[in-house]
């Protein structure tokens, strides 16, 4: 086969390689043009000596700041309780740390930043140094970077015992921003879990409230004129002078405690700073514990809050079903589908696909369900094109097992391809339900109804769990329209299965010769070699075929309009039976109805209205089922 001939869907499916893609997961956190820009080719290519802010290596940067902004979360705190390792074995980590983010400031000047006004990239050395240093960020960056403690030994020679530089160091705090744009990076993200993603940014709130509160209490003790008259104090005696993890131990203990109860007494305050200190504290553990307690009940609800839906289904289900006193058996088939919907969602998912562009759609239908249509008896032989396009419209759907899908002399809506599963075809006749035979995958169901417009003849009932593909009758007509010759095809098809059905199933059908009749149905010419006209007609049929009428297959033929014909005045009331009104399959002209309405009633008519009275000049006008009035 021809590239030119085959299915739309392997092209789309090749439009982009792997190596060509963009990485789809990271799409959040890509930069968009602002609606109505222009974007040429070079969008894309900036200044030499410039960053983007996407690029993964410095992506990677960032990444590795954080880890060192989670060192200077814990040490900020940590050397202003305890003076001793400021000046002791963390100096030289927290000047290594310094000199990263020393190197970050310098090369936040060579990073191109979106503009938040037209949604573009600012490449421009001159721009990006005017945004950064007329912002806070830079004063900001410069005063959590520098050493003040090792400058000041540098410059005097002394090593400063105050606390000043311990409050000059809690200026690092400062990079906790980067902790918070990390995580709500990796949120949108969808290569990580957003629920592990929200674990994690929960634990790390928690954990450095506690450090803080821990080593702000320790410094309230330290600093207190009588060690014996603090919290640590009353326990340990010269607890100064002991080691130091013994007071962080006892510190965090005591944080962690107060946090998660209201403490145990064995820590409590001694003097009025220390109480004032708790009182602030415990209320600040008030909104910590609500936003904690509020965001892991969301988290753990939302995954559960598809099934208390099914649960308020069902119990409003069993609630109806008890009100109105519905069958024993109606009320299981109602509760069997709406448990399979709700199993069945996360296959479907209708509310996901609706929020796709019609394209993106339309290529999971050729995917998933392109080959089921072609086996349908039915579309044999049509062309890919309309197989395409009737793919794009159906509608999958999931049936329990013992649902009846079609209900005998119901109006024809849709029709249904059966992708798997089994169903029985069935007949109540003489107050009984009679079985007549069952259809499997790529057989259809309700078909017959739909093209000769009739109400259904049969019950189709599910056998075991089936997966349909639904068609709508309006859409199925409105394709197929177009298309002449798959039109052909479409109803030789049709009337071959007919001719091949069963001689019981071809009983129950209501009018089936008249109804073949109608449909002036005839061979046509293959591609490959001429065959003989056939016309499907009856010995007692009064729709015969018409003289004049074309050869070829009108869509009428196909999906016919049917229209009830009466053979006098709409003010006369008749009862003759050679009067009594007549459905009809609507022919292509004015003269064409003329004469069959002559064939039906036995008289020659010139006039046709409507049952209002006004006259009918274009069949173009009429609608389904309309009464027409010929004398």
Known sequence: MSSETRSPLPRLLRRHTSSESKNLATVSSSLLPAFGTVIDEGYLQLKKHTIAPYDRRYRWWQTFLVILVIYSAWASPFELAFKKVATGSLLPVDLTVDAFFAADIILTFFVAYLDKSTYLLVDDHKKIAIRYVTKLWLPMDI???????????????????????????????????????LFTRLEKDTRFSY???????LICV?????????????????????????WIGAQIANFEHRSIWLGYTYSIYWSIVTLTTVGYGDLHAENTGEKVFNILYMLFNIGLTAYLIGNMTNLIVHSAIRT???????????????????????????????????????????????????????SIAQHLFHKTVEKAYLFKGISDDL??????????????????IILQNEIPTDFYIIAAGAMDVLIYKNGTEQFLTKQGPAEMAGEIGVIFNIPQPFTVRTKRLSQVIR???????????????????????????????????????????????????????????????ETL?????????????????????????????????????????????KVIHLPDSIEDLLELAEKKFGKRGNTILMANGSQVEELNALRENDHLYIF
């Open 143 to 181: 005063a959590s970077t520098l050493p003040f403690q090792f400058m000041y030994r540098v410059i005097t020679g002394k090593m400063h015992q105050g606390d000043i530089f311990g409050f000059l160091n809690l200026l690092r705090l400062w990079r906790l921003r980067r902790v918070s744009e």
């Open 195 to 201: 629920f592990w993603t929200r674990y994690c940014k």
């Open 206 to 230: 928690t954990l450095f409230a506690v450090h803080s509160a821990g080593c702000f209490y320790y410094w309230l003790a330290i600093h207190h004129k009588t060690s014996k008259n603090t």
């Open 308 to 362: 208390f839906a099914m649960r308020d289904a069902i119990n409003e289900i069993l609630r109806y079903a008890s009100k109105n006193r519905l069958p024993e058996g109606l009320k299981e088939q109602m509760l069997a589908h709406m448990q399979l919907k709700f199993k069945t969602a996360e296959l479907q998912q209708e509310e996901v696909l609706e929020d796709l562009p019609k394209a993106i759609r339309s």
């Open 387 to 404: 197989v395409t396009q009737l793919v794009s419209e159906i509608k999958a759907e999931y049936f329990p097992p013992k649902v009846d």
């Open 471 to 533: 068609i709508s009758h309006h859409h199925f007509k409105q394709i197929v329209q177009q298309q002449n010759e798959d039109g052909k095809t479409i109803i030789l098809n049709f009337v071959q299965y007919l001719k091949s059905l069963k001689q019981e199933l071809q009983q129950e059908i209501p009018f089936l010769t008249e109804l073949l009749g109608d449909m002036n149905i005839e061979h046509v010419e293959s591609s490959q070699e001429p065959q003989n006209t």
């Open 537 to 581: 007609r009856s010995d007692n049929d009064e729709g015969a075929h018409i003289e004049g009428t074309p050869t070829s297959y009108p869509l009428s033929s196909i999906l016919p309009m049917r229209v009830v014909i009466h053979g006098h005045h709409p003010i006369e009331n008749t009862t003759d039976s050679s009067t009594m009104g």
